[in-house]
């Protein structure tokens, strides 16, 4: 890697101040930063956490909404020598205080709201920061420690500069198969990271990009922190998924990043404002013509055709980015045939996080049929990372039989370990390789296909294998099964394919008055077993769901809203009347 190349996070926003520095930063609200008065801010906070105590090395737990103050807090952290704990802001209280106190933070920096489901602080803690501008009167607001800076202080910043070894951040695990774990990252990770992800996409100084995902999360982080201040560009931030619309319109962003269910929102809320305005025939009519014209000649007139639409989500969208979950290949395809460019990425938080992900051609996106026929893929592999498939003998998986198997990834962007978890880290990371538990196959052009995860993959007793993802993606075709998880269950002597479904109530009621009935249970179970009757016929018949159990509140979720399948019950209850209030809960 070029020696001109920043290797810590500190570096590159002092690089980034000197590059582009009266360009807009960060964007909140009415108010906005430029590239100087972050690094300007951030010195200053950091100055103040040295003269308040902090020491090189200590831990310093960052629980608040996104914000331009939550940005500054890292920074300055990072600056110190310190290490950020990034928790979840919507975590109940007895996880906050578990996931701050068990790597022995003596900070925490937190906004009102958090700091109020904390009543009696959290053990270890010795000084509370509060991230916003208002709170209950006396507390420590970051530009209080700012103000505590002193000369002595800001001379120590020299020598807190970090290594690119050191610890940069400690980011949970999302809790999908458990217990979250504290994945450790350093500086090196994060950079080799960005710098993989700029040379891999056309990311540049004029990109305007919008943020709605919570940042103490590894994708956003780097989406965040990282990788704009490589390249100056600025990030509008917002934590309102109801003024998303409004942001689009008013800041016009060029790049957006999302999660799969974020981005099936958004295309339900286009059907149903275009059938509000009564348009929808119109519209679907647009997207039958636009996929048959790209199938007949590769060509993509969905911006011709759909206007109006792009106009709504600002007008400059060059591409969408879908990570945190896998996206259903049915979606990308709807956005491609609206003319929006839907690209995915595959990565996990010991990755820091980015190990895959699908660049972007608008002459391939506009002229050919390439998107389309990688609809699904997650692209190829970063620059300077490494990729393997290995047997998974306990599934009876062979990658010389089936052509998939384990994915394993090597580079430096691979994590030092889980905190305190030396067993943990061992079973994951092999003679420096990192075992994914994703299942998968590569193409001939190197891009990666996922098909599931390995440890879910329903073995039976023919010896043919269901892998849930696959039918997860196909089931949710229906607008009527908001959430679905398929299992494995063996109730006798035979394993059966299950899916438990968490009904959508609108659309329930509007099957209902189509089909020109009432609504209650008998109805409801009627229609969900239809919607996986029809479906399940597009799928080989020892995929199809052998029986179905609805559950009466939404399915467990990670805080990029996937189903979080290592929380699934064993069994489910269904109360009817439990389901009609789950829709204004």
Not at 43 to 71: F, H, M, P, T
Not at 251 to 257: A, E, Q, R, V
Not at 491 to 517: C, L, S
Not at 525 to 550: M, P, S, W
Request: proline share 4%; with cysteine; glycine share 10%.
């Amino acid at each position: 890697m070029p020696d001109d190349r920043p290797l810590t996070i500190p570096a590159t926003l002092e690089r980034a101040a000197r590059l582009f520095g009266d360009r807009r930063a960060y964007v909140e609200g009415e108010r906005g930063v430029t590239w100087s008065e972050t690094w300007r801010r951030a010195q200053d906070a950091a100055a103040g956490l040295v003269a308040v105590g902090l020491q090189k090395g200590d831990r310093v737990a960052i629980c608040a909404e996104n914000s331009i103050n939550w940005i500054v807090a890292y920074h300055a952290v990072a600056m110190a020598g310190g290490c950020g704990i990034l928790v979840y802001f919507e975590l109940k209280p007895g996880e906050i205080v578990e996931q701050v106190s068990r790597p022995g933070s003596r900070f925490l920096v937190a906004s009102a709201s958090v700091l109020a489901k904390l009543p009696d602080g959290v053990p270890g803690v010795e000084t509370v920061i509060l991230a916003g501008d208002r709170g209950a009167a006396g507390m420590l607001r970051l530009s209080d420690v700012a103000a505590k800076a002193t000369d002595a202080s800001r001379a120590e910043l020299a020598s807190r500069a970090p290594a690119p070894d050191d610890l940069a951040a400690i980011i949970y695990t999302s809790g999908t198969t458990g217990g979250a774990k504290g994945v450790m990252l350093t500086h090196r990770n994060f950079l080799a990271n960005g710098h993989a992800i700029r040379q891999h996409i056309s990311f540049g100084s004029d990109e305007s990009v919008l943020l709605v995902l919570p940042l103490h999360h590894a994708m956003t982080f780097i989406a965040t922190v990282v990788l704009p201040a490589l390249v100056g560009a600025h990030f509008i931030i917002e934590n309102d998924l109801l003024r998303l619309r409004d942001r689009l319109r008013e800041y016009k962003p060029t790049i957006f990043f999302g999660v799969p269910a974020l981005y099936e929102l958004l295309y339900r809320n286009i059907l149903a404002r275009a059938e509000a305005e009564g348009r929808l025939a119109t519209l679907q009519k647009g997207l039958r013509i636009s996929r048959l014209v790209k199938r007949l000649t590769g060509l993509n007139i969905g911006p011709l055709l759909f206007k109006q639409v792009h106009e709504a989500l600002g007008g400059r969208l060059r591409f969408l980015v879908s990570g945190g979950a896998a996206l259903n290949p049915q979606t990308a395809l709807d956005y491609f045939a609206l003319g929006l460019p839907l690209l995915q990425g595959w990565g996990m938080t010991e990755a820091a996080p980015a190990i895959a992900l699908q660049s972007f051609s608008p002459w391939r996106f506009r002229f050919t049929r390439y998107y389309e026929r990688h609809a699904g893929s997650v692209g190829p592999a970063l620059p300077g990372i490494e990729l393997r498939l290995i047997d998974v003998p306990d599934k009876g998986i062979t990658v010389a039989e089936t052509g998939q198997g384990e994915v394993i990834v090597r580079g430096e962007n691979l994590f030092r370990g889980y905190w305190q978890a030396e067993a943990e880290t061992r079973a994951v990371l092999v003679d420096g390789w990192l075992h994914t538990g994703d299942l998968g196959r590569i193409g001939r052009d190197g891009a990666v296909w996922l098909t599931g995860r390995s440890k879910y993959v329903i073995v039976l007793e023919s010896g043919e294998k269901v892998f849930p993802d696959e039918v997860e993606d196909k089931l949710r075709e229906s607008v009527l099964l908001e959430d679905v998880c398929v299992v494995g269950r063996k109730p006798r002597e035979r394993t059966q394919v299950v899916a438990i479904v968490y009904a959508n109530v609108e659309a329930a009621r509007a099957r209902a008055a189509e089909a020109g009935v009432d609504l209650d249970e008998a109805a409801l179970r009627r229609f969900v077993a239809q919607d996986v009757e029809r479906l399940g016929r597009e799928l080989a018949a020892y995929k199809r769901i052998a029986n179905v159990e609805l559950t009466d509140a939404p399915l467990p979720k990670t805080a990029l809203r996937k189903v979080a399948r290592g929380r699934i019950r064993e069994t489910y209850d269904f109360n009817y009347e439990t389901w009609l209030a789950s829709s204004t809960s």
